[in-house]
């Protein structure tokens, strides 16, 4: 699937995996493109560590003390609504399968 890199409004805007608190302090944008950063840092409040510094590259993954954490990865508001979406969509597909075996079975009485 298409990952297209973030804006700054979504990179500021959007929530983490793990629906941590999170502030970005700077962005870089070292290929110039001044309305899709290259890397961010900022700090993600922790359960059990407090604000922690953090990194996050053009994609939303996160890097913490230098290892890749994935539950801090930033996620699009849109990727969620996709998938509240599709829930909806199998229990549709669901209901209608049972509707059509409910028919099946009454029409062989």
Do not use: D, E
């Given at each position: 699937m298409f990952d297209?890199?973030?804006t700054t409004d979504a990179m500021e805007t959007s929530r983490t995996a793990c629906r941590c608190e999170?502030?970005?302090l700077t962005m870089h944008f070292e290929d110039g493109r001044s309305n899709?950063?290259?890397?961010a840092a900022g700090l993600i409040k922790d359960q059990t560590k407090g604000w922690i510094m953090s990194t996050w590259d053009r994609y939303g993954k996160n890097t913490t003390e230098g290892k890749?954490?994935?539950a801090y990865d930033l996620v699009r508001e849109g990727r969620k609504e996709m998938a509240a979406s599709f829930f909806v969509f199998i229990v549709f597909i669901g209901i209608l399968l049972i509707i059509i075996y409910l028919y099946e079975i009454s029409s062989h009485w």
């Open positions: 297209p890199p973030f999170y502030k970005i899709y950063p290259s890397k890749r954490v994935s």
